[in-house]
């Protein structure tokens, strides 16, 4: 599975983004999908994912009620609608894909190259 996200930019605080990502190679219908991030010198932490079947979503506490994940499985894509964004919400953001039948949010198999989002106060 290949993975390309897309969508990110230069915002101000408050303001939104969808971050799309999408798969090719192979349908990912079976496959659980996540987004991650990692700020400038942080490690690379979770953000969100989704199950294969697009009715189960867990969030970070850190993003709760801002962010919102979605799949789009007839498009091979899932998306990360980001509401009121903070400076510390600057970082690539990675989407990632595990074939998996359970909510997972570490252990992905496959990952995509990121997105830079960049959040001015």
């Known amino acids: 599975v290949q993975l390309q996200a897309s969508g990110g930019g230069l915002v101000q605080a408050g303001g939104s983004l969808r971050l799309s990502c999408a798969a090719s190679?192979?349908?990912?219908?079976?496959?659980?999908l996540a987004w991650f991030r990692q700020a400038p010198g942080k490690e690379r932490e979770f953000v969100a994912a989704i199950a294969r079947s697009g009715g189960a979503t867990v969030y970070s506490d850190s993003v709760k009620g801002r962010f919102t994940i979605s799949r789009d499985n007839t498009k091979n894509t899932v998306y990360l609608q980001i509401n009121s964004l903070k400076p510390e919400d600057t970082a690539v953001y990675y989407c990632?894909?595990?074939?998996?039948?359970?909510?997972?949010?570490?252990?992905?198999?496959?990952w995509g190259q990121g997105t830079l989002v960049t959040v001015s106060s």
């Open positions: 190679g192979r349908t990912v219908i079976g496959y659980g």
């Open positions: 990632a894909a595990r074939r998996t039948a359970v909510l997972a949010t570490s252990m992905y198999d496959y």
